[in-house]
Nanobody
Framework: QVQLVESGGGLVQPGGSLRLSCAAS????????MGWFRQPPGKEREFVAA????????YYAESVKGRFTISRDNVKNTVYLQMNNLKPEDTALYYC????????????????WGQGTQVTVSS
């Protein structure tokens, strides 16, 4: 079992930055793919970013490429999502997920999910 707890969300103005954290506990997560997804109000959950560090790859949705960066700290068992130049359309509940497959952009790839942290981008 892996437990995931997200933090770092909040209210930020357009153009601002936030860093989300996802603390993992339980089984070691070093071999898992770790992903970030988001669910905007009234919409379906969508892929944001993922990392498969065993292979050295990171993946991003086109809408966040160049603005968001996913990283991990194996010592702290924590995955981060650095979000820069935030836009109102980034407003969503952000989820962290862990999974063992290769289809890192798909929800079904992930077996473990956090409860989510709210990000609101508004002036």
């Amino acid at each position: 079992q892996v437990q995931l707890v997200e933090s770092g969300g909040g209210l930020v103005q357009p153009g601002g930055s936030l860093r989300l954290s996802c603390a993992a506990s339980g089984r070691t997560f070093s071999s898992y793919a770790m992903g970030w997804f988001r669910q905007p109000p009234g919409k379906e959950r969508e892929f944001v970013a993922a990392g498969r560090w065993s292979d050295g790859y990171t993946y991003y949705a086109e809408s966040v490429k160049g603005r968001f960066t996913i990283s991990r700290d194996n010592v702290k068992n924590t995955v981060y999502l650095q979000m820069n130049n935030l836009k109102p359309e980034d407003t969503a509940l952000y989820y962290c997920a862990a999974g063992g497959g290769y289809m890192v952009r798909t929800i079904t790839n992930y077996s473990y999910w956090g409860q989510g942290t709210q990000v609101t981008v508004s002036s």
